[in-house]
């Protein structure tokens, strides 16, 4: 052979060497590699979450005797007797809010004296309290609730709504009951117990309780966060607001408590819809009035529900964790909502409730026409109320209403509009998440704990920016019949449940303290050491 096509023999062997480990070698390697990478990361996880199961598992719930429950009890209930009651945007009863200040500092006097305890009174009403934790240098967190309530109505309720009524020693009841002033007393609580039993808190956190979340929290949680801001604090470990309350008998295909974590929040389009007329004499009237014409068209907005969104968005995550816990039937149904979608919202869109689940919402919450019984009305308005599921933008929403409607003469003007909230990870890699869960199921101990979406609103809006970890879960229990009672007449907590929730807050500090070594660095300016 000669030399040369000895060369190109070694030429052409090179060439297939090279195509080989073009096509298939290098490829090979680079998948044996992701393989190798994503096994490892998924024993580190495991490992990282089975450290953290064996850390939270360690703990037992403390007993506490029955005076204390009781009195615990008295004390949600005299904050009960404080109408903190927001109306409306600049329409706030601000002295009771004052008196809820004064109220929170007479009863729980540790709180108030704790060296490593700072009160401070945000923008006249809110209150922002900083534990400082022994350990420096670690993320803080935020536990938030709030301190107005919605108006009553006391014609309609069974026993005076401000009135902090013990009802056969089982009830506390009173506007704020569950909506949230067991969240702020049920905190302070926990953290007056922890100071009893001569506890500080190794991690440092906030209790952050806005003084008008039932109208926007535009002047608390807002300014609340921009104190945090000028302290320095743009980094929290996680955000614990009001939610979802766990339910029984609620979910169908289970009887077990079902703690719903609100890992999003829906968004919110408040459109005003208008129509001008012309006035004249009620006794020659237009065919057509301005009221007759924006009542037809709010009909139709009622008539036709935005889209069933079921399965597109976080609830599919709901039901998918559900699936394990309920009957054969609904497991077949919550494990395959690529087919039973349609089913289910069809079943789920009866009860006002579900119904949240399924699409955007579409309530039609004030109307106003007319100015005199024989004038032919000069105007109308109606005003929408949207709660907008995260698989939908406010845009969307918007386009939808205009297409049903479909009449120029209606004028639709965005009062107010916010897209719905990122979903916060929930996976066994997210430490807080699994923190949560495990406290969750210290206290309810039949709980099974899915991550959800949340249907209304709440302050975590304005904490957005300082996590991705926002978690939205009011530690007490609803039956169906009680879900009436939210922002509803004889709101009301039993005495069993309160002494749950106290328990719950309680657990969430420990088990954050026990969870101290995998909590990240912080960027909170540590220098500032007086308190
Ligand atoms: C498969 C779906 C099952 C649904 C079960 C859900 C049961 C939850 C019970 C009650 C939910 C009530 C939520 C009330 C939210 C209160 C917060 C609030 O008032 N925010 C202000 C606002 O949104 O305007
Ligand atoms: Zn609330
Ligand atoms: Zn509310």
Redesign the pocket.
Known sequence: MGLASKRKGRWRYRCWQKLFLALIGFPLAAGLLLVFVAISRAVFIQQQNQSVLRILNNQVVDKIDESQITQRAERLAGALKIPSVSYATDNQEKEALLQLHQYLETNFPLIHSATFIKKEVINAYSLLYTVEGTTKGKLPYLLASHLDV?PVNPSTWEVPPFGGKIVNRTYIYGRGAI??KAGVLGIMEAVEYAIQKGQRPQRTFFMAFGHD??ISGKQGAQELAKALKVRGVDRLDFVLD????L?KN???GTDKH?A?VGISEKG?ATLELSVSGNPGHSSFPPPESAIGILAAAVARLEENPQPSLLGKGP?SA??KY?AAHVSFFYRLLYNNMWLFSGLMARQ?EHVP??N??VRTTTAITLFHGGIKDNVVPPSAKAVINH?VHPSQTVAEVIAYDRKIISDPRVHIRVKTSREAHPISPFGTDCIPFQMLMMSIKQVFTDAVVVP?V?????DTRWYLSFTANLYRF?PTV?TPED?GR??GNNERISIQHYHEAVNFYYRIIKNADMLIDQVPASTMNNDDEEL
Do not use: C, S
Request: hydrophobic share 50%; net charge negative; glycine share 2%.
């Open positions: 919605v909506d949230d979340e039932e009001e939610g979802f309350p339910t609620v979910i169908p079902i719903m919110t609830e709901t039901f559900l789920m409730l579900t949240a689940f709660r959800a949340f249907i209304a609103n709440t009011l609803i879900v939210y922002h």
